[in-house]
């Protein structure tokens, strides 16, 4: 029995070594929302330690890319799917689009941070992970002399208020996470509280993630919500900004995954093999792409300051994340932080400036009616229609997966949330203007 | 029969005796009719209805129902984008009419030195490169930019250009005001010079002469221009979204189409409120026309008399198109300055200059551009073919429902590109090819694409042009023995020859910078155009340069296509004065 499975092995290892010889040949397609800056460096890597495979890539951004391969599914080109976002990976396997592969990397741990790094079912698999922090323009900080923030809850001091930005969850997978975390982290209703009391200091809501860097390197906005390469990419590139994690930050994975009916299935294996080796992982720790690898091995080739997940606990390890949590609420949560911030943000940043003028004059005043009412007012603000049960019950979130099952529309639900939180939002700022009169 | 010119429509009770006299019309203009009906089925109607009947079903059962659009009148942030997005359309025809009635008047009426330079200029804002564009305006007119920057400098004080929804209005007035200029100037130059001579023998002159006589001549082109642009504005999703003003329509449509795992009707349904509300804006357009007839007979020659100016109103002239020029082409300037700025944030200008971004886009580049001109061309070819076409059918023949040609090629314009792209997938993409590649990968299908979304601007340049031929020249022409076939080749395409490359230039042009659908719909790096090189390059902080660098070549590039073809213009025009 031993020798035959040796021989079987020795067969599997010569099928290997031939089909490596095949999938020479071939070109491997794939779709992915990385910059140039990330795929030309694995390009030409790849390519040079398999020669005679040229790699396709086919440059969309994260939505684009799901909607391609889910139109295209009746005659798919394409091999594989490259992307940051989790939850896109998440919809694709949802519809049957991802083909297992259990890469043949060893030495990858479970977990990086508190997030696992892989795909229980082996659908998808992480092979790179960002933290998010704070980015800010250090010429922008000076000429308005604003500190250096430290942590996410400096950003909603009255002193960064219409300095700050931030992609929109529902338009960034990974802004998404970060906010799923802070809301497990804090807890429902707490989450909220510091999400919204950030949100009221931000100048503008992007749509896209690299819109944040993007303002943020041409000073435009001051600082910005980011994912940790989008800053280090900017600093290799010579703008002057900063970046820091803070004390309690989230460490999200990027991920590949091989389509289902891939054309060359045997490259796109490959391909996912590569990106997980020691080899591939290397290549994450370039200057110009400067993401942390999944593998611990790989550290120790790293410059010295390189942040390490592995050991600092800092990064993501203080956090806890329960994905099936996260899962059954992703929509709603996403449609809950439009309606109430993003399509709101005029009110709510109207309220947040009257609570901070206010309390301004408390302080050179006191008054305990106004401090009172202050206190009303963040109650205002933070106030959110659905409890954390509703928001994972199936008669929520059946709402905006266009189910078989009738019941309520996402319009009326986003009409009530939106008409709760503008109400609520006019409702503070008169509160703390009423304040502000009684500690003047 | 001159009552039956160009703007007699059907519906005119006099109409009714010339219908049944033409009603069949002639087999050749029948199967013309199908044909375009048919194209524009098979490439418009069936791939957007393939994405946008989710409008009209229920949740869960997939039954018909009117519930979405009822949602949507009771859903204040629809009803608050759906009057931002009237409002900034109104407002940005008005601030265009403002950049492009000197300058077409001045360039067209007066011996003006440079007038085909500023022509040209002029026409380049229509060219913004995506993403490019917006942040070369960021760093110009931006709350950080180098205007208010300097402000702040000297006077302490900033001025919100692009904050809300002033800075949409104006970045699109900036944007699309070439429409207007180019439609208003081919009108201005076909205008009959013996109209303004008769104006002038009366005693008219100067203003009046302008108001009474000039500018209402030249109304078809003014309206086909600012027709367009309100259109455009309305649908106009990418502006909107790079300056995070969200509360408009066509960013609604954008936000909810593509979002992730959510199967929101409401998407779609803004999609239909967009087509509908472009139809109605062209209907209201022809509406104006209708009843006036701005058919001149005598052509040629240059059209109206150019003046020499006097000293004094030359500078004046010189003064305002060069402040005009100078706020219209401020994208570009701030284009060019970022493609050779090594690193440009939160200063009035670069920190140094390098040639570094023209030499990583210079090798990779040249298959982009390559493709660039090949789809751009073919769909600007295709778009003035059918656009006269139609254009003719709507004009000079009375086929039942040939407005409706006029009609569905316009509502593309309201159709966002993402939509048009994901619906050439699910159509095309079962359909195979020989080898066994599917239809949709085939770089044709991205030339169709272009090519049925520029459609609108090309078919009003031509619909202008025809409208101001006064139909007894064919008449004429067929009264002395020829065909119908040869009157319009020898007769009505000469004298549309303007309006034509009018309308092949907008397209051209605009087709080059589309990125919308190509995103969808490019299917691997070597059929690639440039738009979507630039989107590779704009996704990343080391990206910026080379991706302005891009940016600089695209508008070079299709500015040199657009002074050639000025040239042609300008040199047709002059053989056939000498001719006369």
């Not at chain 1, 720790?285 to 790293?302: C, G, Q, T, W």
């Not at chain 2, 203009?29 to 393939?50: C, D, E, K």
């Not at chain 2, 150019?306 to 284009?335: D, N, Q, T």
């Not at chain 2, 770089?443 to 009003?460: G, N």
């Amino acid at each position: 029995m031993l020798r035959h499975s040796a021989a079987a092995a020795a067969l599997v290892g010569a099928a290997l070594f031939t089909g490596a010889a095949f999938a020479q040949s071939g070109k491997v397609t794939i779709v992915t929302s990385f910059s140039k800056d990330v795929t030309d460096p694995f390009k030409q890597a790849f390519e040079k330690a398999n020669p005679g495979v040229t790699l396709d890539v086919q440059n969309r951004n994260t939505n684009a890319g799901v909607k391609f391969v889910e139109e295209t599914k009746a005659n798919n080109q394409v091999d594989i799917f490259w992307a940051s976002a989790p939850d896109a990976f998440e919809v694709l396997k949802g519809k049957g689009l991802l083909q297992k592969y259990k890469p043949k990397a060893e030495g990858i741990p479970e977990k990086i941070g508190s997030y696992p790094i892989n795909d229980p079912e082996n659908f998808y698999s992480g092979f790179a992970a960002s933290g998010y922090g704070i980015m800010w323009n250090d010429r922008y900080a000076k000429a308005n002399k604003l500190p250096e923030p430290k942590d996410w809850q400096d950003l909603a001091k009255p002193v960064y208020f219409d300095h700050v930005s931030m992609a929109a969850p529902s338009r960034s997978g990974t802004t998404h996470l970060t906010i799923e975390t802070i809301l497990q982290g804090e807890g429902w209703d707490q989450g909220w509280r510091t999400l919204k009391e950030v949100s009221g200091n931000f100048s503008q809501i992007t749509e896209r993630s690299f819109g944040v860097p993007e303002a943020v390197n041409s000073g435009q906005v001051g600082f910005g919500i980011v994912i940790d390469f989008f800053a280090f990419s900017s600093q290799a590139s010579g703008f002057p900004v900063k970046f820091v994690y803070p004390t309690v930050t989230t460490i999200v994975p990027a991920n590949v995954g091989v389509i289902a009916n891939a054309p060359n299935k045997a490259g796109a294996e490959a391909f996912v093999d590569y990106l997980v080796s020691p080899a591939g992982q290397e290549v994450l720790l370039e200057p110009s792409i400067r993401r942390l690898p999944v593998n611990p091995a790989v550290y120790d080739k790293a410059p010295a300051d390189y942040p390490n997940p592995f050991k600092d606990a800092s990064l993501g390890a203080r956090v806890k994340f329960d994905v099936d949590v996260s899962e059954k609420r992703t929509n709603v949560v996403d449609v809950l932080y439009d309606q109430t911030v993003t399509f709101q943000l005029d009110a709510l940043k109207a309220a947040t400036k009257a609570i901070h003028d206010a309390e301004a004059a408390i302080a050179k005043k006191d008054n305990a009616e106004a401090k009172a009412l202050v206190k009303e007012a963040r109650d205002l603000v933070a106030a959110m229609p659905v409890t954390e049960q509703e928001a994972s019950s199936p008669e929520i979130a059946g709402a905006f997966t266009g189910g078989k099952q009738k019941g309520a529309r996402q319009a009326e639900l986003e009409q009530q949330w939106a008409s709760f939180a503008k109400e609520r939002y006019q409702q503070a700022q008169a509160k703390a203007e009423q304040a502000q009169k009684l500690a003047r | 029969m001159a009552g039956a010119t160009t703007a007699g429509r059907a519906q005119t009770p006099s109409a009714s005796s010339k219908r049944s006299k033409r009603l069949s019309a002639s087999p050749g203009q029948v199967a013309v009719a199908l044909g375009i009906a048919a194209f524009l089925v098979l490439f418009l109607i069936v791939p957007v209805g393939t994405v946008i009947y989710v409008a009209f079903t229920e949740k869960g059962t997939g039954e018909f129902t009117l519930v979405n659009f009822l949602d949507f009148a009771q859903t204040d942030l629809f009803i608050r984008s759906f009057w931002n997005s009237l409002y900034v359309s109104a407002m940005s025809v008005v601030v265009a009419s403002v950049f492009a009635l000197p300058l077409a008047y001045i360039t067209t009426r007066f011996e003006f030195r440079g007038a085909m330079l500023i022509q040209t200029l002029g026409f380049l804002p229509l060219i913004m490169p995506p993403f490019v564009g917006a942040v070369a305006m960021l760093l110009l007119f931006g709350r950080n930019g180098t205007v208010n920057l300097l402000l702040d400098d000297w006077f302490g004080v900033k001025v919100p250009f692009m904050e809300g929804l002033n800075g949409v209005i104006f970045v699109q007035a900036v944007h699309y005001f070439p429409f207007i200029l180019i439609n208003l100037s081919t009108a201005l130059r076909n205008i009959d010079r013996a109209m303004e001579e008769a104006a002038q023998n009366l005693g008219s002159s100067g203003f009046r002469l302008f108001r009474r006589i000039v500018f209402p001549l030249a109304m078809p082109g003014y309206i086909a221009g600012a027709s367009l642009v309100f259109v455009k504005v309305f649908d106009d999703l990418a502006t909107p979204l790079l300056l995070n003003v969200k509360d408009m329509l066509a960013p609604q449509a954008y936000l909810r189409v593509t979002s992730i795992g959510i199967a929101d009707p409401m998407g779609y349904v803004i999609s239909v409120v967009l087509i509908c509300m472009s139809i109605l804006a062209m209907w209201v357009s022809a509406r104006a026309m209708r009843g006036k007839d701005y058919a001149t007979v005598q052509r040629g020659g240059g059209g109206l008399a150019k003046r020499r100016m006097r000293p004094w109103e030359s500078a004046i002239a010189y003064a305002v198109v060069l402040l005009i020029l100078f706020l219209v082409l401020a994208p570009h300037i701030g284009l060019l300055l970022l493609s050779f700025a090594t690193v440009w944030s939160f200063s009035p200008l670069p920190d140094a200059f390098t040639l570094a971004h023209y030499g990583r886009v210079f090798g990779e580049s040249f298959i982009y551009v390559k493709n660039t001109m090949v789809y751009a061309s073919i769909a600007g070819l295709i778009d003035v073919v059918l656009g006269t076409a139609i254009a003719y059918l709507v004009l000079r023949t009375k086929l039942i429902g040939r407005e409706w040609l006029d009609w569905a090629a316009t509502a593309a314009l309201a159709i966002p590109g993402v939509v048009l792209g994901i619906g050439y997938l699910r159509t095309f993409y079962d359909v195979r090819l020989p080898n066994g590649t599917p239809l949709a990968a085939f770089w044709i299908v991205i030339v169709l694409a272009l090519a049925i979304r520029r459609l609108p601007y090309a078919l009003r340049a031509c619909y202008a042009a025809l409208q101001q031929i006064s139909v007894s020249l064919e008449e004429a022409a067929e009264n002395l023995g020829a065909t119908k076939l040869r009157t319009i080749r020898r007769v009505v395409l000469p004298l549309m020859a303007g309006g034509i490359l009018a309308g092949f230039v907008t397209s051209f042009a605009t087709a080059a910078v589309e990125l919308s659908a190509t995103l969808m719909l490019v299917q691997s790096n070597a059929d690639a155009p440039l738009a979507y090189g630039l989107y590779v390059f704009m996704q990343s902080a080391a990206g910026r340069g080379p991706g302005a660098a891009l940016g600089v070549i695209a508008v070079l590039l299709v500015a040199l296509c657009t002074f050639a073809s000025h040239l042609i213009i300008e040199k047709s025009q002059k053989v056939k004065a000498a001719g006369r």
